[in-house]
């Protein structure tokens, strides 16, 4: 099989898949915790700053298109700043993996196997991506690239048909209660 590489939407699609399969499972709950009365505005800022994220690696992706992140990371940051990024890349996505395996392992075990030690679904996850991993990366690309829109769609109608069942009321303050504006 021909080894090609991916294209920016390719990687686009993995990196917004990513991130929504541990948004969507994990981080409402946390956020909702901290925030309170603001996660509706802490949610917002947080989608920007990951969409923000985003849109910057496909824009690098297309500026330095024969190039690796790797590659062009090291060549705008410098050697050394560009291998201390790349670290804590691989750090952030070591943790997002650890993340998603757990929440897997807990949606598996809460809602199919009750009984089953969590463990277990966990290293199947695991075991089905390192299958996956063996072949072309373009495989894992085209796989993202065709289930984004099953997992974007129903997201999308299920918020917008969850915007009518609202009461208002328990939305506001919109920025929490203890705002402050002073020392701006």
Known sequence: MENREITVLQLTVILVSTNIGVGMLAFPRFVALEAETASISATLFGSMIALIGV???AYLGKVYDNKTFVGYSRQILGKKLGAFFIMIMILFFIILTGL???QFGEVIIGSLLPKTPIYVP???????????SFHSMNVFAYVHLFYIAF?????????????????WIYVQPILGNETSWGGL
């Open 100 to 102: 998603e395996l757990r």
């Open 55 to 57: 849109m910057s690696i």
């Open 151 to 167: 997992t974007v769609a129903p997201i999308t109608f299920i918020l917008l048909a969850a915007t009518r069942e609202i009461d």
């Open 122 to 132: 966990m290293m199947m996850i695991a075991f089905i991506c390192m299958l996956a």
